[in-house]
């Protein structure tokens, strides 16, 4: 999907447990400027629901598992991410929402640069006009 895709990180795997190095530039294709994680998720409880203007983020499941629906103006998408070696890129302008967050899950996000609630667009109507011009 455009402005999304997979990326799978090297584990270093060992009779004393796994190891997933991630180093910006290398591994994510931007500077890590701030790193987040979401825990705790009630069950049935969804997130995200908004796009960002020009956010670049990687998410990791590093414990349990997550949906996560992905949309545009012209397509749509779901990703199960459930492998601590998997992130999934989402770039600008990517409505996004997680949920089936599991018992324990842990999502690790690495962002392209600090928060800034100004570029968030956290109503569907607003992003698909403003995103139709892009796609
Ligand atoms: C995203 C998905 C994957 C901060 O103060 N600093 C931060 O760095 C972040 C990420 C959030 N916040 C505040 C803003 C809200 O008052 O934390 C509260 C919850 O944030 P939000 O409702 O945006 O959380 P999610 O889980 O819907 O979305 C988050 C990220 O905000 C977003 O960038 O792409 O995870």
């Known amino acids: 999907m455009y402005n999304c895709s997979m990326f799978k990180f090297l584990s270093i795997n060992s009779n004393y447990g796994n190891?997933?190095?991630?180093?910006?530039v290398f591994d994510v294709p931007f500077d890590?400027?701030?790193?987040?994680?979401?825990?705790?998720?009630?069950?049935g409880v969804s997130?995200?629901?908004?796009?960002?203007?020009r956010l670049h983020q990687v998410l990791i499941c590093i414990n349990?598992?997550?949906?996560?629906?992905?949309?545009?103006?012209?397509e749509e998408s779901e990703v199960i991410l459930n492998d601590s070696s998997d992130?999934?890129?989402?770039?600008?302008?990517?409505?996004?929402?997680?949920?089936d967050?599991?018992?324990?899950a842990i999502l690790l996000v690495l962002?392209?640069?600090?928060?800034?609630e100004n570029d968030y667009?956290?109503?569907?109507?607003?992003?698909?006009?403003?995103?139709a011009t892009r796609y």
């Open 111 to 116: 962002a392209s640069d600090y928060y800034n």
């Open 47 to 53: 997130r995200g629901f908004h796009a960002h203007r």
């Open 19 to 24: 190891l997933t190095p991630i180093e910006e």
């Open 87 to 99: 992130g999934l890129y989402i770039g600008p302008y990517v409505w996004r929402e997680m949920y």
């Open 121 to 131: 667009i956290r109503n569907i109507d607003f992003y698909m006009n403003e995103a």
């Open 64 to 74: 349990g598992s997550v949906k996560i629906k992905l949309k545009n103006p012209k």
């Open 101 to 104: 967050f599991s018992e324990g």
């Open 32 to 43: 890590i400027k701030r790193i987040y994680y979401i825990t705790n998720v009630p069950h």
